[in-house]
């Protein structure tokens, strides 16, 4: 018997202890799915998986309720595996073990799947419930949400009825969230033929450290170095002050993380090199000034390595740096109907120059669909000036809000009379399952929401208890006040 079985609401936790029985990584969905079916088959309920995978359930209105707008509650039953290194844990086979902590549940060296295993837990307790008022349900329950969101980009239009989608997949009991943003990966690339350096030459390697880098959605705002965009404006000033030539340029490796590190090697005429020296340790303090506070610590070092084999020809060196330069790089435009949030931005990501080719690779996320293609198209007119092929591939649509969705309306209503105050009303500035869902059935009115989790994705893992109860009565006060048709 696991304790948790014994915390408020029971209904829920109880589902939530099932769902830690039942493997369900991500990429791994037999198991999940069936007991996901078979679950709504013994309540009686239609329940059936689509073509790509996800389950669906159906109940019918309660006795009166049959007016309402139908209500489609959306949850994904995949969950990240990560464990501890010293942790033995087979994600296929084994049950996650969880344990009670203060006021939070927890799983012994692995991650907890209360992402999204809480909402999974909150439908099943709906569906089973025989006490509620409600329209007409569907749950949709998504498979692979983590991996790729494959669940999402493979449901059919047409597949549900509902008008209302409630995504129980937020992190942060008491904001609703009411839109998200797409994104599309840019990547340009060309090919140079290398020029060889003259022998008299010497080189320097320059790195750029110690930035604070960060998720490119969700912490693009704090305006945070780019180490690739710094870089290049150090490149681009050595080039002009020293007379030198670039040989390479690497740095940033994931597509979805502000680059933290950036090197470069030049080569100068060692009767140019007077100055440089202190040229850089000026650069670093002027570096650190502008960014006092958001980055503390940037390091901007030089050391002497050996002549590079091949340096890059001046034009096409030329060209590149500038486009670094010109490239649109961070938050572009706020959300005009939403305070202080982002809307449309990029991120200057990877960017490898070296050995004849030329990569970068940039990450454009926008809540509007146009102002995402005004982005890329932007950024591939400024990387076809430097002569680069251009390509967009990973495209998918944001969720763009509307404050005047009729459900907001109810549910913020709602929320203030059960607990006193407003919830927060968001736009996170990253990829949810609702942007797809949104594209896929035109005309949705969204609202994503949960209990209080922490660190997920990570052994740390964590669920707040004090936020499930509100979670869950808020779901079914919101189930009772949907509007009518
Ligand atoms: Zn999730």
């Not at 942790?87 to 992402?115: N, S």
């Not at 290398?194 to 930035?211: Q, S």
């Not at 740096?321 to 938050?331: K, P, R, W």
């Amino acid at each position: 018997m696991s304790t948790i079985l014994q915390l408020a609401p029971q209904n829920v936790w109880k589902h939530f202890y099932s769902l830690t029985r039942i493997p369900r990584p991500s990429g791994h969905m037999e198991k999940i799915t069936e007991f996901l079916v078979n679950f709504g088959k013994r309540l009686g309920l239609e329940s059936f998986v689509d073509e790509v995978g996800n389950v669906i359930i159906r109940k019918p209105a309660t006795p009166g309720m049959e007016n309402r707008k139908g209500v489609i509650l959306q949850a994904h039953m995949d969950m990240v595996p990560q464990k501890n290194n010293d942790t033995v844990h087979d994600f296929t086979k084994d049950p996650i073990e969880t344990y009670i902590d203060g006021d939070w549940v927890k799983a012994k060296g692995t991650t907890l799947g209360a992402d999204d295993g809480l909402g999974v837990a909150a439908i099943m307790a709906v569906l089973e419930a025989d006490d509620l008022k409600h329209g007409p349900l569907e749950a949709l329950i998504t498979k692979d949400e983590e991996t790729g969101m494959y669940g999402a980009f493979g449901l059919k239009p047409g597949t549900l009825g509902g008008e209302i989608l409630l995504n129980l997949d937020s992190e942060d009991e008491g904001e609703l969230y009411i839109g998200c943003a797409g994104g599309i990966d840019i990547t340009a690339t060309m090919e140079y033929k290398e020029e060889v350096p003259a022998a008299d030459l010497v080189a320097r390697k320059l790195t750029l450290k110690g930035l604070r880098g960060g998720h490119s959605g969700l912490e693009i705002n704090q305006g945070r170095g780019n180490a690739n965009k710094l870089l290049a404006r150090i490149v681009h000033d050595l080039l002009i002050e020293f007379d030198c030539q670039l040989s390479s340029f690497e740095g940033g490796n994931m597509r979805n993380a502000i680059p933290r590190e950036a090197h470069a090697i030049l080569v100068f005429n060692p009767e140019d090199i007077e100055g440089l020296e202190d040229y850089i340790k000026e650069y670093e303090r002027q570096l650190n000034e502008e960014y006092t506070p958001i980055e503390s610590g940037i390091t901007l070092t030089m050391e002497t390595v050996s002549l590079p084999l091949a340096v890059v020809p001046e034009e096409i060196q030329d060209n590149l740096i500038n486009a670094l330069m010109a490239c649109q790089n961070g938050v572009m435009r706020m959300i005009p109907t939403v305070p202080d949030t982002v809307e449309t931005s990029s991120n200057l990501a990877i960017v490898i120059i070296g050995d004849g080719k030329a990569d970068v690779r940039i990450l454009a996320r926008s809540s509007c669909d146009t102002m995402k293609d005004f982005l890329s198209d932007s950024l591939t007119a400024c990387f076809s000036m430097a002569g680069m092929k251009i390509e967009l591939s990973g495209a998918y649509s944001g969720w763009q809000p509307n404050v005047d969705s009729p459900i907001l309306h109810a549910m913020k209503l709602s929320y203030k009379q059960q607990f006193g105050v407003e919830p927060a009303v968001k736009v996170i500035h990253a990829g949810l399952e609702c942007g797809i869902i949104g594209a896929n059935c035109p005309g949705l009115d969204m609202i994503s929401f949960g209990p209080t989790l922490r660190s997920p994705h990570s052994p740390d893992e964590r669920a707040y208890i004090p936020s499930v109860p509100k979670f869950y009565d808020f779901l079914v006060a919101t189930l009772e006040q949907t509007p009518e048709k």
